[in-house]
């Protein structure tokens, strides 16, 4: 006797099309969570860590270079607030600019003065704070010293100790010796505002040079012993290849910050005697804001500026040939 088992075929075969066709469609929260993927996320920290950097270059660098081309395309009458369109007038101006051969004149031998000063001096202090020996801490940290200081406070100190009654030349007559007026002659002049630019940076370069020696490894300069290389030999073949990429950095700093000197030229000699301390950036300040010629001023501005990128792309594309790193 067989017996028939109920059937539920309506049920059962319409039970997959009913899970199929009643499922609810993809919540919202799973695209979303699709959409913000990980890299996603890493972008965005990324662009949050730049952005402060970013703001501050678009803020203090790119709408001030934007400004300065426009203003140098106008005449500006700060006054009155009038613009007047004179198209390249200003830099055509550059080319018939009695006084812009001494400026530039002044710039270089200032510049070249501070940097060359500066970076031996720099390097010659690193060396020889470089050892272990007693009180090296304290010299360290004496010729570091000025960077800390402000640099219009550690100028007006300068001021009073090279006056014609100042402190250097009180300290030279206990020799016999009768100082000049080292801010009213030009060479003179000129040679103060350089030491005391080279005096007040030179421990950047220092603390530079004396991270770049500590990190040459000892091995080498015992290695040269044992062969029977002499000190002067070990600097030349060992140490300036290595810390050439400090020197590199280094050079690119001093540059750029002898070109910006300001403070020092306008506390203690106001560009003078004559023209024989103004270097281009007083130049800038005394058209812009002195005489009133904004435009002619600003077109000054992008002249240094010009100046600024050229000296530091040269030394970039040169870096092959004598930083050490380097293919």
Same mark, same amino acid.
């Given at each position: 006797?067989?017996?028939?088992?109920?059937?539920?075929?309506?049920?059962?075969?319409?039970?997959?099309?009913?899970?199929?066709?009643?499922?609810?469609?993809?919540?919202?929260?799973?695209?979303?969570?699709?959409?913000?993927?990980?890299?996603?996320?890493?972008?965005?920290?990324?662009?949050?860590?730049?952005?402060?950097?970013?703001?501050?270059?678009?803020?203090?660098?790119?709408?001030?270079?934007?400004?300065?081309?426009?203003?140098?395309?106008?005449?500006?009458?700060?006054?009155?607030?009038?613009?007047?369109? @004179?198209?390249?007038?200003?830099?055509?101006?550059?080319?018939?600019?009695? =006084?812009?051969?001494?400026?530039?004149?002044?710039?270089?031998?200032?510049?070249?003065?501070?940097?060359?000063?500066?970076?031996?001096?720099?390097?010659?202090?690193?060396?020889?704070?470089?050892?272990?020996?007693?009180?090296?801490?304290?010299?360290?940290?004496?010729?570091?010293?000025?960077?800390?200081?402000?640099?219009?406070?550690?100028?007006?100190?300068?001021?009073?100790?090279?006056?014609?009654?100042?402190?250097?030349?009180?300290?030279?007559? *206990?020799?016999?010796?009768?100082?000049?007026?080292?801010? *009213?002659?030009?060479?003179?002049?000129?040679?103060? @505002?350089?030491?005391? *630019?080279?005096?007040?940076?030179?421990?950047?370069?220092?603390?530079?040079?004396?991270?770049?020696? =500590?990190?040459?490894?000892?091995?080498?300069?015992?290695?040269?012993?044992?062969?029977?290389?002499?000190?002067?030999?070990?600097?030349?073949?060992?140490?300036?290849?290595?810390?050439?990429?400090?020197?590199?950095?280094?050079?690119?700093?001093?540059?750029?910050?002898?070109?910006?000197?300001?403070? *020092?030229?306008?506390?203690?000699? =106001?560009?003078?005697?004559?023209?024989?301390?103004?270097?281009?950036?007083?130049?800038?300040?005394?058209?812009?804001?002195?005489?009133?010629?904004?435009?002619?001023?600003?077109?000054?501005?992008?002249?240094?500026?010009?100046?600024?990128?050229?000296?530091?792309?040269? =030394?970039?594309?040169?870096?092959?040939?004598?930083?050490?790193?380097?293919?």
């Amino acid at each position: 006797m067989t017996t028939t088992r109920p059937t539920t075929r309506g049920a059962s075969a319409d039970a997959p099309r009913g899970a199929a066709t009643d499922a609810p469609p993809p919540s919202t929260s799973k695209r979303a969570g699709r959409l913000w993927t990980m890299a996603r996320r890493d972008a965005l920290t990324g662009y949050l860590f730049i952005s402060p950097q970013l703001i501050g270059v678009l803020v203090f660098v790119l709408i001030p270079v934007g400004l300065a081309i426009y203003y140098s395309l106008n005449d500006w009458n700060i006054f009155t607030g009038e613009l007047q369109f @004179v198209g390249g007038d200003h830099y055509a101006a550059l080319l018939e600019d009695p =006084q812009l051969p001494s400026v530039l004149g002044a710039t270089a031998i200032f510049s070249g003065g501070v940097v060359a000063l500066n970076i031996a001096l720099g390097l010659a202090l690193a060396v020889m704070l470089n050892r272990r020996f007693r009180g090296v801490t304290l010299f360290r940290t004496l010729f570091f010293s000025p960077v800390v200081v402000s640099v219009v406070a550690w100028t007006l100190v300068w001021g009073f100790l090279l006056q014609d009654n100042g402190g250097i030349n009180g300290f030279l007559a *206990q020799f016999g010796v009768v100082g000049p007026n080292w801010l *009213q002659e030009g060479p003179t002049a000129m040679a103060a @505002v350089i030491v005391t *630019q080279v005096v007040r940076s030179v421990g950047i370069n220092m603390v530079l040079f004396l991270s770049a020696l =500590q990190g040459v490894p000892g091995e080498l300069y015992e290695a040269a012993r044992i062969d029977g290389a002499r000190n002067s030999t070990m600097f030349t073949r060992i140490t300036l290849p290595l810390i050439s990429p400090t020197l590199l950095l280094t050079a690119i700093i001093t540059i750029v910050g002898a070109l910006q000197a300001f403070a *020092q030229i306008a506390v203690l000699t =106001q560009g003078g005697p004559g023209l024989s301390t103004t270097v281009l950036v007083y130049y800038v300040f005394q058209q812009a804001f002195d005489f009133n010629n904004i435009g002619y001023g600003s077109t000054l501005a992008l002249m240094l500026l010009t100046f600024v990128m050229l000296l530091t792309v040269l =030394q970039w594309q040169l870096r092959r040939k004598w930083v050490f790193y380097e293919d």
